[in-house]
């Protein structure tokens, strides 16, 4: 395409198609969709131009951190140009005196904590993949220790960020409080791409943990672990997991419904294991690494489990007293459907996810269904159709079902005033836009 041979005058360009596949797809089971090159920018300048030229001619742009979304939010469903970060890498600064790092959106969060190591501070959220920082704003990321620390945006002090017609902006600052004008920030984060690309971020660095106790409850029923979660929540928890029996029967652990804390206050897992015994628990073990290490290898070992597979993960939240409701709904509904799925969540603050191995168009259909039910029970709770994964391509159809038309309307009006032409991540959070790309030209 000659349009190809004009992007790799302003940027670093691949476009063998063994670059175009390996930026296809992420780690969802959505269907690939091949961009037709994939740029390579080192700096806020380079994005920029690539998306000042893309937005002149109409060529769709998709953003990309490391892959390793579950909703499809990479997936660059209008081909066109793929937008890869991972070169934009670099931690920038780490002040420790005014608890902030400065990294580029390509930073893996683990290359940060690396860095930060013996510091006695750390970047608090911890996930399974490890993504970039870049997409973990993107998505609102969160994961296991949210319950404690909140999720990504929280974390968030300052953005730059590239629009779709090549103007670059700076959101927020370094100052930990700021109340002046409206929160730019808040508004990037968690928009997966369709309103700017985030080129650079100030984030929080937080206190690391002095105390780490880790106890690890199994027993006899979904409701008796349920029961115990009230009490364990009252405590200075890092994490609490709820893992049912046949996730931990995948894991090759003992088969129960399982929670596994983790605490950072000394005395605090004496003080859940006394709980969790009084509330029946069947056996209380302080655990250690190797438990936790498997926790957050969930979805790999899923893979693993089921060679040759697809995956789609659910990720609903629900308000903290229907969890255990919602647990028992999915478990009767995956009986019901005679699907396979692993079971897990965030009990400490109501997420919950099923893994669901799929390998045929019926099965799909079977895994789809499934994900609708596990939604609509959600909103019927008062809960939401993404507790941290983001929209993506999976959940915009149920987008007006939470937030009501009135809402969607506004969310359209923001896209339209930041990305007029419809270039920025096409297909993803808001139901489908009427726009003709040029990428074929």
């Known amino acids: ?35 037709d090159a994939v ?9 920029a131009a690539v998306l000042s030229w893309a937005n002149d001619r109409r060529i769709a742009v998709t953003p990309w951190g490391a892959g390793s979304s579950v909703e499809g939010n990479p997936i660059p469903v209008k081909g066109g140009i793929c937008l890869s970060l991972e070169r934009m890498n670099r931690v920038k600064e780490i002040r420790l005196g005014d608890r902030l790092a400065v990294v580029e959106a390509g930073t893996k969060y683990r290359e940060l904590n690396r860095q930060l190591a013996g510091s006695g501070w750390q970047f608090a959220v911890e996930i399974g993949g490890d ?46 409080k700021q109340s002046c004008g409206y929160n730019l920030t808040q508004l990037f984060a968690g928009s997966e791409g369709t309103l700017g690309v985030i080129t650079e971020a100030i984030v929080k660095l937080t206190p690391a943990p002095a105390v780490r106790e880790v106890v690890a409850a199994r027993f006899g029923s979904v409701r008796a672990a349920v029961d115990c979660l009230g009490e364990l929540r009252r405590l200075d928890a890092g994490a609490i997991e709820f893992l049912d029996r046949s996730y931990m029967e995948f894991l090759g652990e003992v088969v129960a419904d399982t929670l596994f804390c983790e605490f950072h206050t000394a005395g605090h897992g004496e003080a859940a294991e006394r709980i969790c015994r009084a509330g029946g628990a069947e056996s209380v073990e302080r655990a250690g690494e190797e438990l936790w290490r498997a926790r957050l290898r969930a979805y790999t070992a899923s893979q693993e489990a089921n060679p040759g597979a697809r995956l789609l993960t659910t990720d609903t939240a629900v308000p903290l007293g229907a969890f255990g409701e919602m647990v028992e709904f999915l478990q009767q509904e995956l009986a019901t459907r005679r699907l396979t799925g692993y079971l897990l969540g965030h009990a400490g603050d109501g997420n919950l996810h099923v893994i669901l191995p799929w390998r045929s168009a019926a099965e799909w259909a079977a895994v789809e269904a499934f994900h609708g039910a596990a939604v609509r029970k959600s909103m019927e709770l008062g809960g939401t159709a993404s507790g941290e994964h983001g929209v993506g391509m999976g959940k915009r159809e149920f987008l007006a079902a939470e937030h009501g038309e009135g809402a969607v309307a506004v969310m359209r009006m923001m896209k339209q005033m930041l990305d007029p032409r419809g270039v920025l991540n096409p297909g993803k ?6 726009v003709t790309y040029a990428n074929g030209e």
């Open 1 to 35: 395409m000659n349009w190809v041979n004009e992007l790799a005058a302003i940027v670093a360009v691949e476009s063998t198609g063994v670059a175009r596949a390996g930026h296809a797809s992420d780690v969802s089971g959505h269907e690939a969709v091949w961009p």
């Open 39 to 47: 740029a390579l920018p080192v700096s806020a300048g380079e994005v």
């Open 131 to 176: 993504a970039t920082i870049g997409g973990m704003i993107a998505n609102n990321a969160a994961g296991p220790k949210a319950v404690k620390y909140g999720s990504t945006k929280a974390h968030v002090l300052g953005l730059e960020v590239a629009l779709a017609d090549g103007r670059l902006i700076r959101t927020g600052g370094r100052a930990w």
């Open 429 to 434: 959070v808001l139901p489908s836009q009427n």
